[in-house]
Structure formats: structure tokens, C-alpha cells
């Protein structure tokens, strides 16, 4: 599937009604799944830090979504003019324990959007993502008034974003330095793989850096011999994805949509060796009904056979 961002071989060109039809797709770097945005250079998370409430949780899916680029993640906290300056401040360090620069900004007041400017205007490809209603399309309209996008407010009964914008776009910042505008949604989706978790965050990253747990496919569930430990903020949002990705799995496994991992069956919260049906040992039960089918085809075939003529 082509995505905004890919870049590709044009052919067949009619300049007149200027169409043409996609002949290649050069490899792609930087993918983020959802929304489908190619060749990312530069993932930049909004959230508000009010109208709608900051949930942490969820930050941290939308954030775990940036990490599986491979890029550089930007965290932009908007509306910073409906909170007092300490709690801003407060915030912007608490992400930096979790790894992540922080630049809080206000639309109203033009709070930090020379810095963000600066930031986006490096050449490459830059995403905006996050929730519905926390101001990515009124900052593009900030950085570029010319754009004029469509913005809506917060719903004031529910406190939810409403979506206003409905595709991704590019648009040009700067020479060479492109802005995709994308849909807001508010539960972003989980890597398929519980294995794959840990990498996607920063704090694991940093202490495994430092030195290897025990097992080398150690979740950092207080296992045996575990070097990242539970003494981290965000371990229990960390567990909380963990296991909703291994119910995911379960789910999958038992509907049939997900192919079992060769060799390997789960049993209860772990995988264990798959053993190979010739050599599995057949349980009492299977045993009693291959005996009685033996012996009843026994039986058949004697009903079968010819008179013994001696008799």
C-alpha cells in the first residue's frame, strides 16, 4: 500500500490534467502505521495539558507508537496557558525522567512556537500525532497562518476532542522541511509482539545499556536476575501494555488468526517447547480409545473372514 510520504516513479504523465500513474515505490524509511506516514524523519507527539485532562496512559501508547519509527521523538505539550506556570514546569520534567524533551507551548500566547519552528524546519518529513482536540491543526495554523485550516473546540459536555482534520497532508515549512497534519484518535495501537515492548521505552533502553538481565528474553516482571527493576515511573503503564498485548495474542491464538510461534505453545503466562506429535505420549484416554478401535476392527475383520473349511 502506498502512503502519504512514499516517494515514487511517475509514468504515463499527462501534464494537461495533470495525472499520471505510480510506476515504482523507492524503500521506504521511518514508517509510522497509523496514521500511515513514510519516511519519517521526526515524530512529534502533542498532548494538552488541559481541556481534555493529560492521561498518562494514554501519552505513553502514543508514545510507544513514535518509538517504532526508529526516529527521534518530539513531545509538545499545548494549552500551556490553562495550567500555572509551576505545574507546566512540573510536567516537562517528569517526561524528562522518561526520556523525552518536552516543549510546552500556547497558541494564545505564542508561547514556544519559535522554538518548535526551529525544530521542524530541519530538513526531512516531521508527523504530528496525538489525541483529538489538543491543538495540532491550531498549531500548524500558528506556525504557517497562510494554511487556514479548520479547527474545532473541545466538546464541553464530554471533554473529547472532535475531529476536524480527516486525512493526512503534507505542507511545506521550510526548504526541504515538510509537516504531515494528521487525525486525531485516542487509543493507539500496541506493537503485536509482548517481546518487542521493552525497547520502545526509553528508561529500559538506558538501564539495559548498562548491563544485561539474566535472561535474554526478560519482560522486567521481576524475573530472576532482572537489571531494569520496577522502580521506574512508568512500570506499571509498561505492564499495563504488556499485558494487553498478551491477551491480544491469547485472543488471536485462540480464534485461529494468529500462526503459533514455531516450536513453541503457550501455557498459561509463558511459552513452552512444542513437542513433535510423533514423539508426544498419547494420554490414558487416547490410549483406551485406540485400544477399543483396535480391537473392534479386529473383530470386523474376523466377522469377514472365510470358514475355516476343517471345521
Given amino acids: 500500500m502506498i502512503c502519504v510520504g512514499d516517494r515514487v516513479g511517475v509514468d504515463g504523465i499527462d501534464w494537461g490534467s495533470a495525472r499520471g500513474a505510480v510506476a515504482a ?14 519516511n519519517v524523519s521526526l515524530v512529534v507527539v502533542v498532548v494538552a495539558l488541559a481541556e481534555p485532562a493529560l492521561d498518562p496512559l494514554q501519552l505513553t501508547r502514543f508514545l510507544i507508537t513514535a518509538e517504532t519509527t526508529g ?7 499545548s494549552k500551556a496557558d490553562l495550567l500555572p506556570a509551576a505545574e507546566v514546569e512540573a510536567w516537562c520534567r517528569r517526561v524528562s525522567d522518561w526520556g523525552y524533551p518536552a516543549l510546552a507551548i500556547s497558541t494564545h500566547r505564542r508561547q514556544g512556537l519559535e522554538e518548535l519552528r526551529q525544530r521542524l524546519s530541519q530538513p526531512g518529513l516531521a508527523v504530528i500525532c496525538g489525541p483529538s482536540g489538543v491543538g495540532k491543526t491550531s498549531l500548524l495554523n500558528a506556525l504557517c497562518p497562510e494554511l487556514g485550516l479548520r479547527v474545532a473546540a473541545v ?8 475531529h476536524t482534520t480527516r486525512h493526512v497532508e503534507l505542507f511545506p515549512l521550510a526548504p526541504g522541511a515538510l509537516v504531515a497534519d494528521t487525525p486525531g484518535f485516542n487509543r493507539p495501537e500496541l506493537p503485536g509482539d509482548p517481546a518487542l515492548l521493552p525497547a520502545l521505552f526509553p528508561e529500559v533502553r538506558q538501564r539495559l545499556a548498562a548491563a544485561s538481565c539474566r535472561f ?7 524475573e530472576p536476575g532482572c537489571v531494569v527493576g520496577c522502580d521506574w515511573e512508568r512500570h506499571g503503564w509498561y505492564s499495563t501494555c504488556l499485558a494487553g498485548i498478551r491477551d491480544h495474542v491469547e485472543r488471536q491464538e485462540r480464534l485461529g488468526t ?3 510461534q514455531p516450536g513453541l505453545r503457550r501455557r498459561g503466562d509463558r511459552l513452552e517447547p512444542r513437542l513433535d506429535p510423533q514423539l508426544r505420549q498419547a494420554s490414558r484416554r487416547r490410549q483406551r480409545q485406540q485400544a477399543w478401535q483396535e480391537s473392534r476392527e479386529e473383530e470386523q475383520l474376523g466377522s469377514l473372514s472365510p470358514p475355516d473349511p476343517a471345521g
Fill in 25 to 38: 515505490l523507492e524503500p521506504r524509511a521511518g514508517l509510522l502505521e497509523r496514521p500511515a506516514v513514510a
Fill in 71 to 77: 526516529q527521534p521523538v518530539q513531545l509538545v505539550f
Fill in 155 to 162: 466538546s464541553g459536555r464530554l471533554q473529547r476532542g472532535r
Fill in 216 to 222: 535474554s528474553d526478560c519482560l522486567h516482571q521481576g
Fill in 258 to 260: 494468529r500462526p503459533a
